[in-house]
């Protein structure tokens, strides 16, 4: 079974732009969890979606969104970036709630 | 606020000695408990599951215990290898509702001399 893929591995932005980050689940899994990793701040949870449908989410501002489509697959995206946005951000899935969660590489996101 | 402890400080064991993590919680009453390992560069890889009623989980080398009254987990690694060192990171997870949100402690790096 594949893994857990995201895409890009990297990129680096710019104040003020945005970004739009991928996240293709394990077959099978309809869960996509998202999470942001920093040194100081740890791994955070930005939120959850669950068939197409957010389930929770986290204490981040309006400028975090997301999104999952009918295949599972999901997208997260962050609007009016900051230099504090920079970070690791992870995507994870998992068959349902109280399981394993399986995590992808990540998104190394850089704002200049 | 929710708060989840682990040792701030690397761990430093030898080769062949059990290695004995802890993470500690306040504010908070999580039904399941999780453990993972990451190695720099990538995402986290699930190890062991405990669920608050139970008190000890094992899994090949591997050791988890659960003591809801403490507030504690530990996590031992016993005869630890070279390549068991990585940053370990204990998660929580509630009970109820429709959630599948995980809180990480901030992780304790093992090192392992050969």
């Known amino acids: 079974k594949a893994g857990v893929t995201q895409t890009p591995r990297y990129l680096i932005k710019t104040r003020g732009q945005q970004v739009t980050l991928s996240c293709s689940p394990i077959?099978?899994?309809?869960?996509v969890s998202w999470y942001q990793q920093t040194p100081g701040q740890g791994l955070q949870f930005l939120f959850e979606y669950f068939s197409e449908t957010q389930r929770n989410k986290g204490n981040f501002p309006g400028r975090f969104s997301g999104r999952q489509f009918s295949n599972s697959r999901s997208e997260m995206n962050v609007s009016t970036l900051e230099l504090g946005d920079s970070a690791l951000y992870l995507c994870a899935s998992s068959l349902n709630k109280h399981n394993e969660q399986f995590f992808g590489p990540g998104t190394r996101l850089t704002v200049l | 606020s929710q708060k989840i402890e682990q040792n701030s400080e690397a761990l430093n064991i030898q080769e062949g000695k059990t290695a004995t993590l802890t993470c500690n919680y306040t504010n908070y009453s999580p039904a399941y408990l999780q453990w993972y390992r990451q190695d720099p560069g990538r995402g986290p890889v699930f190890l062991l599951l405990?669920?608050?009623?139970?008190k000890e989980k094992r899994k090949e080398r591997l050791k988890v215990t659960f003591d809801t009254t403490l507030k504690q987990s530990l996590f031992h690694i016993t005869a630890s290898q070279p390549a068991d060192s990585a940053t370990y990171l204990c998660a929580l997870e509630g009970r109820s509702g429709a959630t599948n949100k995980l809180i990480f402690g901030t992780g304790t790096l093992l090192a392992v001399q050969p």
């Open positions: 077959s099978g899994h309809r869960s």
């Open positions: 405990i669920r608050e009623n139970e």
